[in-house]
């Protein structure tokens, strides 16, 4: 994972800084919250003329994502000019979407057959793919995202089938893989990586799949979140809740739970 702050007057140069070094192309768009997933270079490029110009136009949020030869690569808008990149290899998860797949109920089996195929399975990592299908999941508006699926499900490449196919199946067993992996590690710590962590939580008691999301916040941060503030971040298919106090949508503490 990259990533950097910078302030809107530095925002183009860092970003372009950023992307030469990575060898990247780019794109932008969204809102806090928004991730975006893309199986195409074309579709990339498309977007990057737009950096300056909306650097320009002072849009309080921005988000993007980069792709190289080898890597697919995801972005998610975290707050005010601070960008995270998470870089994950396509057939590292069209294997995943596969192998949860195939053992949507049994989290042992997915376990062992994700070990076999050579993932580091820990919790942390877990949840790290947890939230990357997240990010595949609230881009439901672009249908690559859910081709793959579909083909890794059905085996076919027909795109004229509802995109919703595997979607909750997906992000249910990837859930019972996170309880399963702590169980099976004596875990009872927060799942942490970079600056997101993953735990399940008490907060609905005949909810077992809440998971809990803290995301760093560019805005009085430490205020915010000694006073317990909390929202709801908005992916698709998930509550939101803006924060009474600045009202940005990904301050102070996130929490995800499904409807």
């Given at each position: 994972?990259?990533?950097?702050?910078?302030?809107?007057?530095?925002?183009?140069?860092?970003?372009?800084?950023?992307?030469?070094?990575?060898?990247?192309?780019?794109?932008?768009?969204?809102?806090?919250?928004?991730?975006?997933?893309?199986?195409?270079?074309?579709?990339?490029?498309?977007?990057?003329?737009?950096?300056?110009?909306?650097?320009?136009?002072?849009?309080?949020?921005?988000?993007?994502?980069?792709?190289?030869?080898?890597?697919?690569?995801?972005?998610?808008?975290?707050?005010?000019?601070?960008?995270?990149?998470?870089?994950?290899?396509?057939?590292?998860?069209?294997?995943?979407?596969?192998?949860?797949?195939?053992?949507?109920?049994?989290?042992?089996?997915?376990?062992?057959?994700?070990?076999?195929?050579?993932?580091?399975?820990?919790?942390?990592?877990?949840?790290?793919?947890?939230?990357?299908?997240?990010?595949?999941?609230?881009?439901?508006?672009?249908?690559?995202?859910?081709?793959?699926?579909?083909?890794?499900?059905?085996?076919?490449?027909?795109?004229?089938?509802?995109?919703?196919?595997?979607?909750?199946?997906?992000?249910?067993?990837?859930?019972?893989?996170?309880?399963?992996?702590?169980?099976?590690?004596?875990?009872?710590k927060v799942l942490s990586y970079e600056h997101a962590c993953f735990r399940p939580v008490d907060v609905y008691k005949n909810s077992p799949t809440v998971v809990e999301l803290r995301t760093v916040n560019l805005y009085n941060a430490d205020e915010a979140l000694l006073s317990g503030q909390i929202?709801?971040?908005?992916?698709?298919?998930?509550?939101?809740?803006?924060?009474?106090?600045?009202?940005?949508?990904?301050?102070?503490?996130?929490?995800?739970?499904?409807?």
């Open positions: 994972m990259y990533g950097f702050w910078c302030n809107e007057k530095t925002l183009s140069l860092a970003l372009m800084s950023f992307l030469r070094q990575h060898g990247l192309n780019l794109i932008l768009g969204g809102k806090p919250g928004d991730m975006h997933i893309y199986f195409s270079k074309s579709d990339l490029v498309k977007g990057g003329a737009r950096l300056s110009k909306m650097a320009v136009q002072g849009r309080n949020y921005i988000d993007f994502v980069a792709y190289n030869e080898k890597e697919l690569v995801l972005g998610i808008v975290i707050s005010r000019a601070y960008v995270m990149v998470y870089k994950h290899s396509e057939k590292h998860l069209r294997t995943l979407l596969h192998v949860l797949l195939s053992h949507p109920e049994d989290a042992e089996n997915a376990y062992k057959e994700l070990k076999s195929l050579g993932f580091d399975i820990n919790s942390t990592n877990i949840a790290k793919l947890y939230k990357i299908y997240i990010a595949a999941r609230s881009m439901g508006r672009i249908k690559r995202v859910y081709d793959a699926v579909r083909r890794v499900r059905l085996g076919i490449v027909t795109p004229c089938l509802g995109i919703d196919i595997g979607k909750a199946i997906v992000t249910d067993a990837i859930e019972k893989l996170i309880y399963f992996v702590m169980k099976e590690h004596n875990e009872d929202n709801f971040v908005e992916l698709m298919g998930f509550e939101y809740l803006g924060c009474a106090k600045c009202n940005h949508l990904t301050t102070c503490i996130g929490m995800i739970r499904q409807k």
